[in-house]
DNA sequence: TTGAAAGCGGTACCAA
DNA sequence: TTGGTACCGCTTTCAA
């Protein structure tokens, strides 16, 4: 904009072509009414003006901002990041730029949300970022909206992962190899995903004849997982035999815990965790794998088609997700195949 | 824009309240020279309609994106998101919003990277994501640019972290544990730090009385490092004793070779890398820690000092590194300090 | 204290 | 095939 002496205008192009700027518009965006010689001329002078439309002119009258938002809780761990680039890469193919918010614990998340929706022709929500009511507020507004990772809000697009399967197809695992005092470290409350895999943990727990215990709150981090493992491997009386943590980075605390309080894995207790980031391969963690990739890619293209007005009805989607067993949950034949 | 119904704008917002559209931007944007009960109305239609100005009419009217951009290569690995994540919770906090841009291995960066120009006031632009000309003409623009872990393009301010001390300190810590069979693992092509962990890595080994080898080529992940390291420690006649890598990835291919090819780390084998992510401490890796995410900080302050005028030299700065020695360079008798 | 109007930089319709 | 011009939605100067 404002940047240098001046940013080349189309009134410039147009003034040194010789030709209105109607003709310069339509020469440059490939309009067959110009003609040849016209258009040559007209490419000419732009090429030596070094002329680039403004954004903000085009968009103005266009009514289209050509770029995306996207909304993230943070971005440390691989897992939004993931997120975040398969949704870019998608994006950047179909021409459009990328707007991030990483919302974090920073105050007034709703103010800095709506701000990027008055920037985008659509945006992904990823989980517990902003509440119901901004969610619905926003899509009424008309403005396509793809959730992920997050419970739907009519009439945005859903899409999440798998984690009441992945929650059961881990207990089943653990029960297979005999565990039977249970224990869920991470907080329900402060993540849709943590929410599920609670929720399925404790269905299935129950069907097995098992009675289900309260989640050790834990917050997102090797720390905070630690602690938590800490204080739960410590009851001498009620000491779990497998800790299913809502995360790998709680799982690796758990790991460190059990090692200290000189309790083998998985001899006297197992634990497992979710999104088997790379530190999960390096200490031998069950884990669940989930698409993040594909999180992204898919709202990335959903969004496309809204944004290009198809009438799709609202969609929901659950991606796959694989059970990723090593060491930390039990004795294996069957060794990690190498990618 | 053109969702929804149709968004309120400034002129329903004027004709409610009786006034003109002038009278509801000064009252909306809190210039005193309006009366207080003209100010009053205006906020209460204004919010009765919930009105937002448009992001495009106003930043067209006041010749500002209020938007940075940032570009990097990728965002897999922990090295990038760490730095974007510096850089987006420093321009929220100025109240911009950010705009991101992978280059990853895709067509045409150059013709991405200029429309990002055009869309935001000022611009991060991490490695090697584009060359010099590029670079050299969007600073020429005018727009302020800060290059981040990437040789100065004059006039636009460089950050980068501190390769040549941390490779000085790397050789040296391994010469004292008595290594003296180096290998370099990585590609000083690819990459400008790279470039300068490997200068520093021949040079301090020539200055040490020792004859620098050539890199072993390996792209930055596990896979690349586990097959370069593998070619170089089956050559039986010179097989190194220290594999410098150039990335934590790398490296971790390279403990993966050393353990297949039946070497002991560090008895038989050193490795090191560089990064620190989380993995690298579960495997016992040596490596470097670098302030990323100040990195990323540092270039959204640079920035807005330079979009909103500030007449600063151009500057440069070397961010300090951090050796974090673990297991894979020797036997130490001090513990990893717990966070 | 307020309003009229001139931009900001394009796109696209309507005539010529 | 081309030009004139009416927007797009806002900020800000200049007058009143």
Redesign the interface.
């Known amino acids: ?5 001046h ?1 080349v205008t189309i009134y410039e192009v147009a003034g040194r072509a010789g030709v209105s700027i109607a003709t310069v518009s339509r020469a440059l965006r490939g309009s067959r009414q110009v003609a040849p010689a016209t258009r040559q001329r007209v490419e000419a002078v732009a090429a030596e003006l070094r002329f ?1 439309p ?4 085009r ?2 009258a266009e ?3 050509a ?1 995306n938002g996207i909304v993230f809780p ?3 761990g ?1 897992y939004y ?2 997120v ?2 398969g949704y ?2 998608v994006a ?2 179909l021409g459009r ?6 919302t ?1 614990d ?1 105050p007034d998340p709703v103010a ?1 949300v ?3 929706a ?2 985008v ?1 659509g945006m992904a929500i990823l989980g517990r970022t902003v509440d119901d009511g901004v969610v619905a507020r926003i899509a ?5 909206l793809v959730l992920l990772a997050r419970p739907p809000v009519h009439p945005a697009d859903t899409i999440t992962t798998d984690n009441d399967g992945s929650a059961r197809e881990l207990v089943q695992h653990l029960l297979g190899h005999g565990y039977r005092r249970f224990a869920f470290v991470g907080s329900p409350d402060e993540s849709p995903d943590v929410t599920g895999r609670y929720n399925a943990f404790r269905d299935c727990l129950q069907a097995a004849g098992l009675v289900p215990p309260q989640p050790v709150e834990s917050a997102f981090n090797v ?1 905070a997982g630690y602690a938590a493992a800490r204080d739960t491997l410590t009851d001498r009386q009620q000491r779990p035999d497998a800790l299913v943590c809502a995360n790998d980075e709680i799982a ?1 605390g758990a790991l460190e815990a059990a090692a200290e309080a000189g309790l083998a894995v998985p001899g006297d207790v197992a634990v497992t965790g979710w999104d088997d ?3 999960a ?3 031998g963690l069950t884990t669940v794998r989930q698409p993040m990739r594909e999180l992204g890619a898919t709202a990335a293209t959903w969004l496309q088609e809204r944004i290009t007005g198809s009438r799709v009805p609202v969609r929901r989607q659950v991606l796959r997700t694989q059970l990723v067993t090593r060491s930390s949950c039990g004795f294996h034949e069957d060794v990690e195949v190498k ?1």
Chains 1, 2 share one sequence.
């Open positions: 904009m404002r940047h240098g002496r940013a680039r403004s954004r903000l002119g968009s103005l009514g289209q901002h770029a943070d971005l440390s691989p990041a993931e975040v680039l870019e890469e950047a193919e730029s990328v707007l991030i918010l990483a974090h920073r800095k709506l701000d990027l008055g920037r022709d009424d507004s008309g403005l396509p720390a690796l980031v790379m530190a391969r390096y200490a990618e």
